[in-house]
């Protein structure tokens, strides 16, 4: 045990070192237009695959090089995700190939039980961002539509929505959802009803949010399934990661979009029990544990990939010192086991989930610390992990997840994300403030942007 804590505290030492001896350089404009120059080479390479081999599909299969569909049709979520990025980036080729894929293929009037949460996020979200950027009607038109066609999911005795709803006849299946199945409609709800002057969807968004936050524990911890029909919990694990993450984030962020103060209540009073209860201290860095809801007791001592993101939502909210220490651990989570593994045992200093899906989470936090912080510490970072994904992750046709990051082996997905998220967050790490006013938007958790109601 005693071995076991020196090499972690040597591999702190060691990480400090390779961070901060480095950062008298600073990054000069040349080196930063490189890296922006790469990454943006790195979309292109994502892209090309993608069309070469995976036009008019959900999504890419680097590995086969393949089109992969996640249902019965495409909602061609690649082009949907990739919109906005490809537009901030200036890449207007790739911009129109992907706006021609949206309006000649997308069609929401079929037959297909789709999941909520995800259709929300990637298309709803790109759906609605792509409108505000481009102010073409047509992105609206779809979006309006995509919106009445989810409203059903909301009909159930709690108001929480179902997990599955289908299209065309709105049948609902699967009331044993979770916390970020609950509350992650916000953002995109709350535009719906901005663009369409319709009040039911921000309405049943906020029903949905605060049918979790009402049945907080008396910590003020949430766990992480819930049966949507009772309200009870049927997992009383309280984290921050999977299927919990995007409640807590979308909480702060109506606040920020849309200046709800009960949502902002929610986040102050959810942000206060996570601090108290979930946060662990060890000789690696700041993590935060899983505990059980009410008792406030350790389940796990897991973190990982997913985990990541509230470094940056704390640097958001003002919180800087204490995501300046998550995001230590999460540097180095990612340096110690090659690149970042699903999750890990931090205590002992193991991997449990060995996969690396291409996601954005360390990255997007280093951006908001960097541009709160000024610090180059988090250029640093930034640059070791996206040199790191580019160089470990890539194939001839666009990039592959990882499936172990011990052995470096890829596996068969391009997720959408890489596109809407990962290369997106890099990218802006690097990029003049001009680029991306962060006072005037807010990010979906897909990292769709919305420009906030004072413009
Ligand atoms: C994305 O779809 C979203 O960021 C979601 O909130 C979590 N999972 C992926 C990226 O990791």
Redesign the pocket.
């Known amino acids: 045990m005693k071995h076991r804590n020196l090499s972690a505290l040597l591999a702190t030492l060691f990480l400090f070192i390779s961070i901060h001896g480095t950062s008298q350089n600073s990054f000069t404009p040349r080196q930063r237009s490189i890296q922006r120059k790469m990454i943006k080479a790195a979309c292109r390479h994502a892209w090309s695959g993608y069309i070469k081999h995976a036009k008019g599909y959900d999504a890419l299969k680097p590995i086969s090089q393949k089109g992969h569909n996640w249902y019965g049709v495409s909602f061609v979520m690649t082009p949907v995700d990739a919109f906005d990025t490809f537009h901030l980036l200036g890449m207007k080729k790739e911009a129109n190939e992907a706006k021609d894929l949206i309006f000649s293929h997308l069609n929401f009037d079929v037959n297909q039980e789709v999941q909520l949460f995800?259709v929300n996020?990637?298309l709803l979200g790109g759906l609605l961002s792509a409108f505000e950027i481009s102010k073409d009607q047509r992105f609206l038109a779809l979006a309006r539509d995509l919106g009445a066609r989810l409203l059903p999911a909301f009909n159930s005795p709690t108001g929480m929505p179902y997990r599955y709803v289908n299209l065309k006849s709105g049948k609902t299946r699967d009331p044993i959802s979770n916390p970020?199945e609950t509350g992650t409609y916000l953002l995109e709800f709350g535009k719906l009803t901005q663009h369409t002057g319709d009040s039911v969807y921000y309405r049943v968004a906020k029903k949905a949010a605060m049918g979790i936050y009402s049945r907080r524990s008396d910590i003020d911890l949430v766990g992480t399934t819930i049966d949507v029909n009772t309200g009870e919990w049927r997992n009383t694990e309280s984290q921050i990661g999977a299927r919990i993450?995007?409640y807590y984030e979308y909480l702060y962020k109506a606040w920020l979009l849309f200046g709800d103060k009960d949502c902002r209540q929610a986040w102050e009073i959810h942000n206060k029990a996570i601090l108290k209860h979930l946060l662990a201290e060890v000789p690696s860095g700041w993590y935060f544990t899983r505990v059980d809801m009410k008792s406030g007791k350790e389940t796990h001592s897991l973190y990982g990939?997913?985990d990541a993101f509230y470094a940056g939502i704390l640097a958001l909210s003002g919180d800087i010192k204490t995501a300046g220490n998550i995001q230590k651990g999460n540097y180095y989570m990612w340096t110690n086991f090659n690149i970042e593994p699903e999750e890990f045992n931090f205590r002992t200093d193991s991997v449990m989930y060995p996969n690396y899906p291409l996601?954005?989470?360390n990255i997007e936090s280093c951006f908001y610390l960097y541009r709160k912080t000024r610090d180059q510490v988090y250029l640093r970072m930034g640059e070791r992990m996206i040199n790191d994904i580019l160089e470990k992750c890539r194939t001839e046709a666009g990039y592959a997840e990882v499936k172990n990051v011990k052995t470096l082996e890829l596996t068969y997905s391009m997720e959408s994300?890489f596109l809407a998220?990962t290369l997106k967050y890099a990218y802006l790490l690097f990029a003049p403030d001009r680029e991306l006013d962060l006072g005037k938007v807010v990010f979906n958790?897909?990292a769709h942007f919305f420009r906030t109601f004072a413009q």
């Open positions: 995800e996020i990637r970020a993450d995007s990939a997913l996601r954005p989470e994300f998220e958790t897909e």
